[in-house]
């Protein structure tokens, strides 16, 4: 059996590992955390470690895992945020590090359900292709082309993108599969990934299908040594272990809006026509009309009739009372043309007079519309359940299932406003109502998310599972784990098993190889000059860098507005200027590096787990220290949360989650030994408030300048044009 020892031994220089891999380098961190996952494994401990970027990370965590699985035939979940990752751990890592320790393991990577086609449904569209629109018609097409003889049916492997709409009408979904009663399930593509997971010592997957499976765990009662979305496991690593709160929230939250009601309401009732598709019953009704000895079977006749005579006017009344619940949740959404609005639901909005008599009243005639529709549904089903004719029941299996999982859907959309019209208090949770602007007019939704998971994740993860370790380049703020243990639960009040923390600073130079510049004479990001003054510092260190600049923002408005006020002046100077938005964010990365003299304009998704590495990107401009917007609802209530267990929710919560996305956004400079760049902070309290001091000790140790307008470009120009 493996020791440490052994494993230490393949990454020194002559270790097995460097005689694998062309430009290997031994490293004191990476050797270090290898010991620390190892120790996670040995003695059933939560590894939380923070490794700077050039550590080595991979496979650092790689290396004790493979062989651990190896050794005891024990399963580990390896989960990431990004499909960059999954793809460099799949395609280049797990199979090094397996070459190189001879050791023989199948891994699988793990995708969700609807990433699959689903045969049946290709098979139905067949019939369904007169209603579809001609996009989808060439798009189904492609889809069907490519499906006959393909190995595994995943939507990665296409090599085209169908539009959702499209994808939606046939990819695979947990309610409506018939498993092995399907007449496609041996050849079923999902069902076949799934088998391949039996066998697989080494999981692969993303944090939200992670996230899917616990919470499933958690809904249906289930252990880990039970199989759920995953088989079962005992030890899981997370990379990019900083967003597992975020994606947690999500998973134990609900939602319902207007748009998903409607959509769902369509697929059950809309009558045939062109560009529309057919709803579920009309298609019954159709299809049993059709069935030889329909006219003398009672049975079906009852159905017959409901369908041709009291389906269009249930149809028409759920239109109208869906329209008059989500037009009454708008009373308390504030007045503009906004793209967005939230507003954070308060006992004292349930109990006004408004929101009972405008509300309260739409939904409960809501709830009875429904109530009818369900018991008309499940009528239907019984009446055709009881039909003995084998013929009959063959051929509307597939149909009655996918109705009955639709109505189950509906019937769960109702259970989600129905608690959400009738709450009378928001213990642990907190409620809103936000509405956004979409290609097809507008969508508003009701939404209720948990403020606190830690003692889910303690629960849940870290105490049912032997190992967790999580890694990710910032998960401290000023050098401490606090906040993320806080929240994630690894206290001493919740965990139960061993912690080990450590942090492992980048092993690149960053004194010699980045600058950090902050120009004082910029004023309060807060002031309305604010945005013209900042577009001129952004125009400063772009010429100095003469382009090869990302420009990273908070705000996808001001994105749009200095793009605006620079767009002109970057045409002049030739200047390629690429905001996210107007392409996918990987179009947009080919095309950074592509052009000579790219600028990129970003929000979120490019402050982190983006790479370039060389001299294509120079120059990183931080528009304003990152903290998210105070009165966003769940921001808000968890800041009140905190207020009320005695806690400062600056310091707490809005600070760390700041400096940890500051670190992430001053990471996309340096991403290699030879990398030489330099971040543009354009927030001055980072020098004029206290807690600036906050975001600087959580830095790499690099050069900080404070420079006026006057010194901006030559400080720049002047390290841009030294060795």
Not at 222 to 227: A, K, Q, S, V
Request: hydrophobic residues 40%; aromatic residues 8%.
């Amino acid at each position: 059996m493996s020791s440490i020892d052994d494993l230490l031994a393949s990454v020194q220089q002559g270790g097995s590992l460097s005689r694998h891999l062309n430009g290997f380098e031994s490293r004191v961190e990476q050797q270090e955390m290898i010991g620390d996952v190892w120790q996670a494994y040995e003695e059933d401990k939560v590894a939380l470690i923070e490794a700077g970027t050039g550590t080595g990370k991979s496979l650092a965590y790689l290396l004790p895992a493979i062989t651990w699985a190896a050794q005891t035939g024990e399963r580990t979940v390896i989960s990431t945020h990004t499909i960059a990752l999954q793809e460099q751990l799949l395609q280049k890592d797990i199979p090094l590090i397996m070459d190189a320790l001879g050791i023989q393991l199948q891994v699988t990577l793990v995708k969700g359900m609807q990433q699959y086609v689903c045969l049946r449904k290709l098979d139905e569209q067949e019939y369904l292709a007169p209603f579809l629109k001609e996009r989808e018609k060439k798009e189904m097409a492609q889809i069907q082309a490519w499906a006959n003889g393909v190995e595994e049916g995943c939507r990665s492997t296409m090599g085209f993108h169908p539009s959702p709409e499209t994808w939606e009408k046939v990819h695979a979904e947990n309610d409506s599969c018939t498993r092995a009663q399907c007449p496609h399930y041996k050849a079923c593509h999902f069902m076949k990934s799934r088998r391949k997971l039996a066998d697989a010592k080494l999981l692969v997957t993303n944090h939200h299908l992670l996230f899917a499976d616990i919470a499933m765990r958690k809904e249906m009662g289930l252990r880990f040594d039970e199989t759920a979305i995953l088989p079962p496991y005992e030890r899981l690593v997370l990379d990019e272990a900083h967003h597992i709160e975020d994606i947690a929230t999500a998973y134990f939250s609900s939602r319902v809006g207007y748009v998903e009601l409607i959509r769902l309401h369509a697929k059950l009732t809309s009558e045939k026509s062109v560009g529309k598709g057919v709803g579920r019953l009309p298609l019954l009704k159709e299809q049993l009309s059709l069935f030889p000895g329909s006219l003398e079977n009672e049975k079906i006749q009852q159905v017959e009739h409901r369908l041709r005579f009291d389906l269009p006017i249930i149809r028409r009344e759920l239109t109208e009372v869906i329209t008059e619940v989500f037009l009454a949740m708008g009373i308390l959404l504030p007045q503009g043309e906004e793209e967005e609005k939230k507003v954070r639901l308060h006992p004292h909005h349930c109990q006004s007079k408004e929101w009972q008599e405008r509300v309260v009243t739409a939904c409960e005639a809501f709830f009875l519309v429904a109530k009818r529709f369900q018991h008309m549904v499940l009528t239907m089903e019984n009446d055709l359940r009881a039909i003995e004719d084998v013929q009959f029941k063959e051929k509307f299996k597939n149909l009655r299932i996918e109705i009955l999982s639709l109505i189950t859907r509906f019937e769960a959309y109702c259970q989600v406003l129905k608690e959400f019209v009738s709450r009378t208090s928001f213990d642990n949770e907190v409620c809103w109502i936000e509405q956004k602007r979409l290609k097809g007019g507008i969508n508003t939704q009701c939404i209720t998310a948990k403020l606190d998971l830690s003692d889910v994740f303690a629960e849940r993860l870290f105490n049912s599972l032997k190992t967790t370790v999580l890694c990710s380049a910032t998960l401290t703020a000023a050098k401490t784990f606090d906040y993320l243990k806080g929240r994630l639960g690894l206290t001493s009040e919740l965990l139960q098993r061993g912690l080990i923390e450590k942090i492992y600073n980048s092993p690149f130079d960053f004194s010699k190889q980045a600058l950090l510049v902050t120009p004082s004479h910029l004023p309060d990001p807060r002031d309305p000059e604010y945005l013209h003054s900042a577009a001129e510092a952004i125009w400063a260190a772009v010429e100095a860098s003469r382009g090869r600049t990302f420009v990273l923002f908070t705000s996808y408005r001001m994105l749009q507005e200095c793009a605006k006020l620079l767009r002109e002046r970057f045409s002049a100077k030739k200047y390629t200027l690429l905001k996210q938005g107007d392409h996918a964010s990987n179009h947009l990365l080919r095309q950074f590096v592509s052009a000579p003299h790219a600028v990129l304009f970003g929000t979120d998704s490019f402050w982190e787990g983006v790479d370039v590495v060389g001299e294509d990107l120079q120059c990183v401009i931080l528009v304003k220290l990152p903290f998210k917007v105070p009165t966003e609802p769940l921001i808000q209530a968890r800041a009140e949360h905190l207020k009320s267990q005695g806690k400062d929710p600056f310091m707490d919560y809005a600070l760390p989650l700041a400096i940890m996305k500051f670190k992430q956004g001053f990471g996309r400079l340096v991403r290699h030994r030879e990398d030489r760049g330099c971040v543009v902070c354009l927030d001055t309290r980072l020098i004029q408030k206290n807690y600036g001091q906050l975001f600087l000790q959580s830095l790499p140790n690099c050069p900080f300048q404070v420079v006026d307008n006057i010194q901006l470009f030559p400080t720049l120009k002047s390290f841009f044009g030294s060795k």
